[in-house]
Nanobody, 115 residues
Framework: QVQLVESGGGLVQAGGSLRLSCAASGSISRLNAMGWYRQIPGIQRELVAIAIVDGSTNYADSVKGRFTLSNDNAKNTVYLQMNSLKPEDTAVYYC?????????WGQGTQVIVSP
């Protein structure tokens, strides 16, 4: 089993920044991908950014140029730096990890961007 623990959500004004962190622990092996999704109530969860084991990183078009995904392998942690935040970025952000072909999710952290 793998546990993903998120932190860093909160309330920020439009144009501001937040950094989300996700630490993985437990039976960590064969990491295939790790990143972030977000969800607004009543809408399907959508990809924000994800790093693949082949070295590539994919971003949603809506966040390109504003969000940056990075990782600290020594700490089994990924970070999502979110700059120039917009009200439409308001959502619950979920950390995602794929280890040994199994998908794991964090508990979610709320991000609210006020106009």
């Amino acid at each position: 089993q793998v546990q993903l623990v998120e932190s860093g959500g909160g309330l920020v004004q439009a144009g501001g920044s937040l950094r989300l962190s996700c630490a993985a622990s437990g039976s960590i092996s064969r990491l295939n991908a790790m990143g972030w999704y977000r969800q607004i109530p009543g809408i399907q969860r959508e990809l924000v950014a994800i790093a693949i084991v082949d070295g590539s990183t994919n971003y949603a078009d809506s966040v390109k140029g504003r969000f940056t995904l990075s990782n600290d392998n020594a700490k089994n942690t990924v970070y999502l730096q979110m700059n120039s935040l917009k009200p439409e970025d308001t959502a619950v952000y979920y950390c995602y990890g794929n280890f040994s072909t199994r998908a794991y999710w964090g508990q979610g952290t709320q991000v609210i961007v006020s106009p």
